[in-house]
C-alpha cells in the first residue's frame, strides 16, 4: 500500500465546487483502491473574501505551503467585480502563485479521438495530438521593470515594459521542460526571438549549454515564437515539449489549447523548485475561470479538474500508470457518446456535471476490474 499524499482542495467559486465534487469522487476511489490521501479543504477567491474579507487567509496559505499538491476548482464571479483590485478574488490564486514561487506553468494540448470534430482544425491535423506547452510564469516581460506610463512633452506619452530573463530563471524552467520530456516522446522545442531580442540570445544560450551539461538524450530543436505559431496550426504533431517565456508561453498555450476544442477540457499544473528530497511546489487547476453563466445548473463540465488531477498523479505523486488510468477512463466516457453540454455534438448522448462524474467513476471500475 502506498504512503499517504497529502492534498489541499480549493473549490472556489462559480462552477469550482461543482466541478470539484465530481472530482473528490474520483480522489475517493484511488483512495480506497490503492494509494492513500490526506485531504483537506479550504477556501480561495470570493468564497473566502465571504467568510475572511480577504481572497486567501494566511492560514490557507500556509496549509498550501505545505501540501504535496494543491487543487484548485475557479475563482470569481459578478458578486465580487466591484471590489478593488487588491482585494478581488483573482488575488488568491495570484498570491498563492507568487509565495509558492510557481515558475513553470504546465500546459497539456491533449486530443481525444472522439472530440476530434471540435477542434477547428482538419480532423487529420489534430487526431492523437498529444503535446506539453512549458510557459516560464513568474518572470519575462509581464515583470520586468523599468515598466510604466510617461509623459514625455509635447502631448506624447510613452509605455515602457521590460523583458528581462537571468540564467537562472532560464535554466530551471528548462530543466522542467528536459525533465519532462524523459517522460514522454523525448523532444523539446525551445522557443524565442534570437533574431530579434537579446533576451532570445540568452534564452537559446542558455538552454543549449544546460542541454549540453545534463539532457544529451533529449533531443533538443529551436525555433523562433512567431514560427512555432503558425507550425502549432500547421502541423502541431511535429511537437513533444515546447519550452518558452512568459509572453510568447501565454499566447501559444492559448493557440494550442483551441486546437482541442473546448475549454472544460483543459487541465492545467504550476510547479516550482524541487526541494532537496525532490519533492516541487505544485498547484493543478483547469484552465476555465468560474463560469457564473452556468453556475449551479448542473452543465458545468469537470473533466479538466479531473484531468488536473491526473496531472497531479503523475508529477506531484509519480504515479503514471494512475494517471494513465484517468485519462483513459475520460476517453473511454467521450467515446461512448456522453458530454456535457459544452462539448455536445450531433447524436451524443447530454449529461449533467454530476453523470459526467458517475460515467468516469463506472470507467475507473472497468478499467481496473
Ligand atoms: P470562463 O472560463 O469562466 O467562461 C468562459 C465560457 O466558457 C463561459 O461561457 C462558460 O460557461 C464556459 N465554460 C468555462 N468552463 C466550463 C466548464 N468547465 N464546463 C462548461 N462550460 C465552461 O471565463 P470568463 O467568463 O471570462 O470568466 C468568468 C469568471 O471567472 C470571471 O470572474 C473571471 O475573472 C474568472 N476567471 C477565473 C480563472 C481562474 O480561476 N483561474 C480563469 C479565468 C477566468
Known amino acids: 500500500m502506498a504512503s499517504n499524499r497529502s492534498l489541499l482542495i480549493l473549490p472556489g467559486d462559480g462552477i469550482g465546487p461543482e466541478v470539484m465534487e465530481q472530482v473528490r469522487r474520483v480522489v475517493g476511489w484511488f483512495d480506497r483502491k490503492a494509494v492513500t490521501f490526506e485531504v483537506e479543504e479550504d477556501l480561495v477567491g470570493g468564497a473566502a473574501i465571504d467568510a475572511h474579507g480577504i481572497p486567501l487567509a494566511d492560514e490557507t496559505m500556509e496549509r498550501a505551503q505545505d501540501a504535496d499538491a494543491v487543487l484548485l476548482g475557479a475563482v470569481g464571479g459578478p458578486k465580487w467585480d466591484d471590489l478593488p483590485f487588491e482585494v478581488k478574488p483573482e488575488r488568491g490564486l495570484l498570491r498563492l502563485r507568487k509565495e509558492m514561487d510557481l515558475f513553470a506553468n504546465l500546459r497539456p494540448a491533449l486530443c481525444f479521438d472522439a472530440l476530434v470534430e471540435a477542434s477547428s482544425l482538419k480532423p487529420e491535423i489534430v487526431a492523437g495530438l498529444d503535446i506539453m506547452i512549458v510557459r516560464e510564469l513568474t518572470g519575462g516581460v509581464y515583470f520586468g521593470s523599468p515598466r510604466g506610463i510617461e509623459d514625455i512633452g509635447g502631448g506624447e506619452r510613452r509605455g515602457v515594459n521590460t523583458q528581462i530573463y537571468t540564467t537562472s530563471e532560464i535554466r530551471r524552467v528548462a530543466a522542467v521542460a528536459f525533465e519532462l520530456a524523459r517522460k514522454r516522446g523525448g523532444r523539446v ?24 551539461e545534463s ?42 489549447a483551441m486546437l482541442t476544442g473546448s475549454l472544460g477540457m483543459l487541465p492545467s499544473a504550476s510547479l516550482g523548485s524541487a526541494d532537496a528530497t525532490g519533492r516541487r511546489k505544485a498547484l493543478y487547476e483547469p484552465v476555465h475561470g468560474s463560469a457564473p453563466d452556468i453556475t449551479g445548473q448542473g452543465k458545468a463540465n469537470p473533466i479538466a479538474t479531473m484531468l488536473s488531477f491526473g496531472m497531479m498523479l503523475r508529477y506531484s505523486y509519480d504515479l503514471p500508470a494512475e494517471a494513465d488510468l484517468v485519462q483513459q477512463a475520460v476517453e473511454a466516457v467521450l467515446a461512448s457518446g456522453r458530454r ?30
Open 215 to 256: 539532457y544529451k538524450d533529449v533531443e533538443l530543436s529551436h525555433m523562433y515564437a512567431d514560427n512555432a505559431a503558425m507550425q502549432l496550426v500547421r502541423n502541431p504533431k511535429q511537437f513533444d515539449v515546447i519550452v518558452t517565456d512568459n509572453l510568447f508561453g501565454d499566447i501559444l498555450s492559448d493557440e494550442a
Open 189 to 212: 522545442c525551445s522557443c524565442e526571438k534570437a533574431n530579434v531580442m537579446e533576451s532570445g540570445v540568452l534564452w537559446r544560450e542558455e538552454v543549449t549549454k544546460l542541454h549540453a
Open 340 to 369: 456535457t453540454a459544452d462539448i455536445m455534438a450531433e447524436g451524443a448522448e447530454e449529461v449533467s456535471t454530476e453523470q459526467m462524474g458517475d460515467a468516469v467513476l463506472a470507467e475507473l471500475e472497468k478499467l481496473s476490474a
